[in-house]
């Protein structure tokens, strides 16, 4: 005797139009079977088709066009809200249910899109910082990426100051062999000082950083607050940074942090296939962006700011700063003596 489940392939199987003799092999029955069971009509037996539970009205059901209609006006409307709004109508439901139905019909804004934008050749690198945390210490991360080729370079520091960018930035400018037409900053402080663009004012620059870039020839640029997707190119191996360089690796300090870092830039995040390039990056600067960027100027830049080495000194207050009084100190006997040669003397 075979029961629903034979009944319930066999239905499913002449459905998808598979024939008789294919059936019954997979049934493991004979083809005569397989026709017998269609003429004697147990395929239409209650029970062979999905079980369908017929649904039980709810509380809530009188009040869902409700819900929706004021959703679709606000729909930020807390469930707690509109509990309180139903309630006063006559709902005599929980509120558990009408969480779960709010759930589901709460309009959904589109979110905004982040439209992805390649730049040419030589026209910008990315430049940010991130925190690092050894077992001695805490150590800032300059990454600096060429926006076309994704070509990485990445130094650790002890300071996150405008000395430490700018000798940053040259030291990445020496890797490419040049400089960027531009260079995109988010709201770093070294660099930006205030971004009033969003209340229609401007942007401003740190003044000895704007010597900086015109002493290189580049562009500053900065993300907008808040939007700091703007600069994805960087973010992203920020990201990398952490999980492929620093996790799971043990270091024993700066100097083996520093010598590490070079071997893993050209050997493996300059050497690897990007995931949105598809290409090397070291292959795509060599034969794209190489010969695009500008050529760094025949002398470093020099600051006319001095560096900030600590916190200053405590200035001396100007009553103790008089000069000192030297005090002759002589035994009494000795003092005798001299006032009776002064009187000889006399």
């Known amino acids: 005797m075979y029961g629903l489940e034979h009944l319930v392939i066999l239905k499913h199987l002449l459905e998808q139009g598979l024939a008789k003799t294919a059936i019954a092999e997979q049934l493991g029955v004979s083809r005569r079977t397989v026709h017998h069971w269609i003429a004697i009509g147990e395929l239409e037996r209650e029970g062979t088709g999905p079980r369908v539970r017929a649904s039980r009205p709810e509380k809530l059901d009188p009040y869902r066009s409700i819900i929706t209609t004021r959703l679709d006006t606000y729909p930020e409307l807390s469930a707690v809200r509109l509990f309180e709004e139903i309630r006063a109508d006559g709902y005599a439901g929980g509120i558990t249910q009408l969480r779960g ?132 190119k960087v973010e992203r191996p920020v990201s990398y940074v952490r999980g492929n360089f620093l996790y799971g690796r043990e270091f024993v300090g700066d100097a083996d942090v520093d010598a590490r870092v070079e071997h893993w830039l050209e050997h493996t995040a300059n050497a690897r296939v990007h995931g949105t390039t598809r290409e090397v990056p070291r292959e795509r600067f060599t034969r794209d962006e190489a010969h695009t960027l500008l050529p760094p100027p025949l002398h470093p830049y020099r600051s006319i700011v001095p560096e900030d080495r600590g916190r200053p000194a405590r200035p001396v207050r100007p009553a103790l700063a008089r000069p000192l009084v030297v005090v002759e100190r002589r035994p009494l006997a000795e003092y005798a003596a001299l006032a009776g040669l002064a009187e000889v003397a006399s």
Not at 203 to 213: G, M, V
Request: glycine content about 8%.
């Open 101 to 232: 139905f709010v759930a589901r019909v709460r309009p959904r804004p589109e979110p905004e899109p982040v439209i992805r934008f390649e730049t040419e050749p030589g026209q910008q690198a990315q430049v940010d910082f991130a925190t690092v945390r050894f077992p001695w210490g805490k150590r800032y991360a300059l990454l600096v990426v060429l926006g076309y080729s994704r070509l990485l370079w990445l130094r650790f520091y002890t300071r996150q100051t405008m000395s430490t960018v700018i000798a940053g930035l040259e030291a990445a400018f020496a890797y490419f062999g040049g400089v960027t037409r531009e260079l995109l900053f988010d709201q770093m402080r070294a660099v930006i000082l205030d971004d009033q663009r969003p209340l229609g004012g401007k942007l401003l620059e740190n003044p000895e950083f704007l010597r900086f870039a015109a002493h290189y020839g580049f562009r500053i640029r900065a993300c907008r607050p808040y939007r700091a997707q703007t600069k994805g």
